[in-house]
């Protein structure tokens, strides 16, 4: 058998295969469909410093291999997240790590140091990258300083694991991955949707209450896979790695352009059981091809 | 306990111009869990390139002996499309059951006056509700709106369960107009509504129902990505904040929506 352990700096995960923020809830949704302790990790709803009610609807359209959202980061906070749901989820026996949003950098630091304390939580996601709301989100990820300004801050309070969501609204998504690593960062996860639009053609009206939103699933593969490919030969630090994975054949395609861990998103919405399922190809395609550990595979492209 | 199961097509009904009826068993003969009036299924779509997501439809009949659940899916696009295009022996993959259900009365007098109105394909949940009514000893009272007659579906089931009243748009069975224009809501008094169907309709019926003080339930389609509440897309405004349709609903309580601001 293959060994599946790797590190993101000092998390250690049982294997590489996590599920994504926005698209698995808090893992309670799932726990009827899979033991959520297999996972290498669970990376929670997006959070807060204060309660989000989320973007109106229409929130969702679907497209072609894929779909928008623009749900807005709704989230009770992150006090009623310590208060309520941590104890609920804290003993899945896998790393919880919740991913951080705001809409200033005090709001980011705020969130992150009220996370510190919790045993459970070993590291968090700082999400620079949310396309679907007006202040912060987005805009910190997209440029190579206030990215930066927000890992720097962030990184002087929070001595866990941080890791960076990067948007792939960018030109060069390696510049930002680089400013996030000179400020600390210890891995960066990328990548956040890219920012899309649908319109009913017959209404003549947009089909998202925010006009635009987040384009994720397997049609984003290929773009991701690249931006992948790109930072894993701009940073030293691991990266982790998603956009559109399905299969385990995505996953180990992800590994070998450089990602050190995955994550499943919204395939997860259409086969709850599909990280599982991904998890044990993985395994198996290491053994056949006896490769000893899935470490071995980082960044092993053949050009 | 929430499932994911690959379900054998035990047959495949076309019942008018767009809608069929889908008789669905589990593959490998394992008990359904039990289902409950108002729950719901996602069906996966499998083959059809524009189609990324599951499909939710509505459980409209639940037969514990035979093991069987009935779906009747309307031919409104791609993807339900392939659903209806699904042949005797064919395997679709179900996650259910997803969604609350309605309330049936506890403690109520039976005689206790039960109306049950349904729109288009949205009579489906009103079925099994009533099928689940009469079971308790209700006398459920069944008010089915549509186009024209050939909207009108699975009547003789309807008619087996309870009073069944019509009303179509161009007047081929039953009271011409909409359903909130039959004389038995001026004529009849009711205790309880519960409604499915288009959204302007369940409105109205909501409009009458807040007005003589009604207790009623209605039964939202909002649009979904997961159906079992991880991605918060398929949310309602109600009195307590956005809750999603898939878990909090699909069926609400009149009194906690907010349609009459």
């Known amino acids: 058998m293959a060994q599946l352990n790797v590190k993101i700096s000092n998390l250690e995960l049982k294997n590489p295969v996590m599920t994504a923020s926005g698209t698995f809830g808090y893992g309670t949704e799932y726990a009827d469909f899979i033991d959520l302790e297999r996972l290498g990790g669970i990376f929670v709803k997006g959070t807060t410093l204060e309660p989000r009610e989320g973007n109106s609807y229409p929130r969702m359209a679907e497209t072609a291999s894929g779909m928008l959202n623009a749900v807005g980061l709704q989230n009770k906070g992150v006090g009623y997240f310590i208060d309520h749901i941590y104890p609920e989820i804290k003993d899945f026996g896998t790393p919880i790590i919740v991913n951080v949003s705001g809409s200033s950098i005090d709001d980011y630091v705020a969130c992150a140091e009220k996370l510190i304390d919790l045993e459970k939580v070993p590291a968090i996601e700082l999400n620079i990258s949310c396309p679907n709301v007006k202040e912060g989100g987005m805009a910190f990820g997209t440029s190579c300083k206030s990215a930066a300004s927000v890992v720097k801050a962030v990184r002087s309070v929070y001595p866990k694991t941080l890791i960076v969501k990067l948007s792939p609204n960018v030109t060069d998504i390696s510049e930002i991955a680089l400013a996030v690593e000179s400020e600390g960062a210890d891995s960066v996860s990328l990548v956040n949707t890219f920012l899309g639009m649908a319109i009913d053609a017959e209404k003549r009206s947009p089909k998202l209450s925010t006009i635009t939103g987040g384009l994720s699933g397997p049609c984003i593969k290929p773009i991701a896979l690249r931006m992948v490919w790109e930072v894993f030969h701009a940073v030293k630090i691991p990266i982790i790695g998603m956009g559109g994975i399905c299969n385990w054949q995505d996953a180990i395609e992800f590994i070998l352009a450089g990602a050190t861990a995955i994550e499943i998103g919204t395939y997860n919405f259409i086969n709850p059981t599909a990280s599982i399922k991904i998890l044990e190809g993985i395994e198996n395609y290491l053994d056949r091809h006896h490769i000893n550990s899935v470490t071995d595979l980082i960044g092993q492209l053949e050009v | ?261």
């Not at chain 2, 009711?190 to 169907?197: L, V």
């Not at chain 2, 129902?209 to 979904?224: F, P, Q, R, T």
């Not at chain 2, 079992?228 to 009149?254: H, Q, R, S, Y």
């Open chain 2, 1 to 261: 306990m929430k499932k994911m199961l690959d379900m054998i097509v035990r047959s495949n009904e076309q019942l008018n111009y767009h809608n069929y009826l889908l008789k669905v068993s589990p593959a490998d003969n394992s008990p359904l869990p039990v289902m409950k009036p108002g729950n719901f299924v996602q069906i996966e779509v499998k083959d059809s390139p524009n189609t990324f997501l599951r499909r939710p439809i509505s459980v409209n009949y639940f037969d514990k002996q035979k093991n069987e659940m009935w779906l009747l899916v309307q031919d409104i696009g791609e993807g339900t499309h392939h659903i209806c295009q699904s042949k005797e022996n064919d395997i679709l993959n179900i996650i259910l059951p997803l969604g609350n259900s309605f309330t049936v009365p506890i403690n109520a007098d039976e005689n206790c006056r039960l109306l049950l109105i349904g729109g288009g394909v949205g009579t489906a949940p009103m079925l099994y509700l009533g099928k689940v009514l009469q079971g308790q000893g209700f006398d459920p009272t069944f008010l089915l709106g549509g186009r024209s007659s050939q909207d009108l579906l699975q009547l003789d089931d309807f008619e087996r369960t309870g009073t069944v009243y019509y009303t179509t748009e161009d007047g081929s069975k039953g009271e011409k107009g909409f359903v909130t224009d039959h004389s038995i809501l001026q004529d009849q008094h009711f205790d309880y509504i519960y409604t499915c169907g288009p959204k302007p309709m369940m409105m109205a019926v909501a409009k009458y129902a807040h007005e003589k003080n009604i207790v009623c339930e209605v039964s939202l389609e909002n649009l979904m990505a997961c159906g079992f509440g991880a991605c918060l897309c398929c949310v309602e405004k109600t009195t307590k904040g956005n809750l999603c349709t898939c878990t909090d609903g699909p069926v609400f309580d009149i009194k906690d929506l907010l349609w009459h601001n």
